[in-house]
């Protein structure tokens, strides 16, 4: 990797808008920007590199004639995003400016930077580890509030944080073994099998923590899909409407005509819930009807979850109980609708009773949805990423060989092996140790110019 060339990006998303912004970063980002830019309102000419100071400048055509008037901002190193000398060229933002002013950099000296090229200098310079890079694109791609801040969370290093005990634990173990091997000749007392178990046992118990607690992390980083399913005017499309509160679904009185699957996408709790509506199940012969009828199993089948809707208001049916039963293999609730009419039947206890008219029940039935996914204990933390999760896995799975070798009385250099192991893939989420494929794979998933 060389990291002695300076890179050129536009920063700001395609398209116009107010402002645009082109970012340098590298030794001579000062000097590209003092060969494309003037500075005529500064004394003599003579541009003013005072660190995380804005200075006016003029960004000249290819004629010499100014075509923007643009806000210098510089980042001294180490104190910038990248740890580099960084300079923020704020251009108004004219997709045809913007590209002037980056052939202008590239011209002058500048390289046009590869996706995630800024956020891999920060990781490269130390300034950020692994997990603090993933979190920026984490925080960029959010969609909810709620998702924002938990990036945030991570940007400022909780995943680290939290996997430092269990790393220092570990090391300890580690070298405790190793003490005992090198040193057995000079009589170190060597770990009984108990201090090795006991030692292993709270390791194992929080890697599976963190593992149990990405079923919720997966959720608040890639939402859900939730089908609504039920016969015909038990009122799904009415729940589809409140559970968005706006009115996307048609909703009408002849059963059956919420043919095609009608999806959009809700934020409960800070999590992206995408509803689907599905066509009015009945064990029906019109044959457009039926089409409907597979897609919702279908629908069924795909989501993470499914809500089956009933009409309180009169009896239950055969297709009632069918889909039921259908949908009992699955994670799913059972919604009672209608309250607010007279109950032909009276709903047990699991089920949540709703009216989709008066709104009655409708945040118990929120609430729910996203708490049946497990609960986020939001202070011991939770990991939200699958190539955390993986790598967790890989490490309890050797502390768990580890465990069963020291209470087999297996001679402690191969219980070592075991310890390295589980040690290598904490390192591995870091970045304390990482081959340039990971780094790779972590950084193109970037936007150009983060
Ligand atoms: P779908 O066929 O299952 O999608 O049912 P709709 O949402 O189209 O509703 C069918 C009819 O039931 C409409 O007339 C709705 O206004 C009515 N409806 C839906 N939910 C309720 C409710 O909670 N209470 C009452 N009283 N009427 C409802």
Redesign the pocket.
């Known amino acids: 990797m060389i990291l002695r060339d300076t890179i050129a990006a536009i920063s700001t998303p395609p398209g116009r808008g107010g402002i645009g912004i082109v970012r340098l970063s590298g030794p001579d980002s000062v000097s590209v920007a003092e060969q494309i830019l003037r500075f005529p309102r500064s004394p003599n000419g003579k541009p003013e590199w005072k660190p995380w100071r804005s200075q006016l400048a003029a960004l000249p055509g290819p004629d010499g004639a100014p075509v923007d008037h643009v806000v210098v901002t510089y980042f001294a190193r180490p104190r910038s995003y990248t740890a580099e000398d960084v300079v923020e060229i704020s251009c108004h933002g004219s997709p045809v400016v913007l590209r002037w002013c980056l052939e202008c950099a590239c011209a002058a000296g500048a390289r046009l930077a590869e996706p995630g090229e800024f956020t891999l200098r920060a990781f490269l310079n130390g300034r950020i580890d692994l997990p603090q890079a993933e979190a920026v694109r984490d925080l960029i791609e959010a969609t909810t509030l709620y998702q924002a801040s938990v990036a945030a969370q991570q940007l400022e290093g909780s995943v680290s944080r939290r996997l430092a005990p269990i790393k220092n634990q570990l090391v300890e173990l580690v070298a405790l073994l190793e003490a005992g091997i090198d040193f057995a000749e000079d009589d170190v007392g060597v770990a009984s099998t108990e201090q090795i178990l006991c030692a292993i046992e709270p390791i194992t118990a929080e890697l599976r923590r963190l593992l149990g607690s990405f079923a919720y992390g997966k959720l608040v980083q890639s939402g859900l899909t939730l089908a609504i399913v039920?016969?015909?005017?038990?009122?799904?499309?009415?729940?589809?409407?409140r559970l968005l509160e706006q009115d996307r679904?048609?909703?009408?009185?002849i059963?059956?005509?919420?043919r095609d699957l009608v999806s959009e996408t809700a934020s409960m709790k800070g999590i992206p819930v995408k509803l689907i509506?599905t066509a009015?199940i009945r064990v029906g012969q019109d044959l457009v009807e039926s089409l409907g009828i597979e897609r919702s199993y279908q629908a069924m089948a795909d989501a993470d979850m499914t809500l089956v809707?009933l009409?309180l208001?009169v009896p239950l049916e055969e297709e009632d109980r069918e889909l039921l039963g259908r949908a009992s293999s699955k994670r799913h609730l059972i919604v009672a609708?209608?309250?607010?009419?007279p109950h032909a039947w009276e709903p047990d206890e699991n089920m949540i009773t709703?009216?989709?008219?008066?709104g009655?029940g409708i945040s118990e039935l929120r609430d729910r949805i996203i708490g049946s996914f497990g609960r986020a204990d939001t202070e011991a933390g939770f990991i939200t990423s699958i190539r955390h999760e993986q790598l967790l896995r890989e490490s309890l799975e050797a502390m768990e060989k580890a465990a069963t070798a020291a209470s087999l009385g297996i001679p402690h250099e191969m219980i070592l092996l075991d310890l390295y192991a589980a040690l290598r893939p904490i390192d591995a989420i870091t970045g304390a140790t990482t081959a340039d494929d990971i780094l790779n794979r972590i950084f193109s998933t970037f936007c150009i110019g983060k």
């Open positions: 039920g016969r015909p005017n038990v009122g799904k499309s009415s729940l589809f409407n679904a048609i909703v009408t009185e059963p059956g005509t919420t509506d009015g809707v009409n208001s609708n209608k309250s607010d009419l709703v009216s989709a008219a008066t009655d």
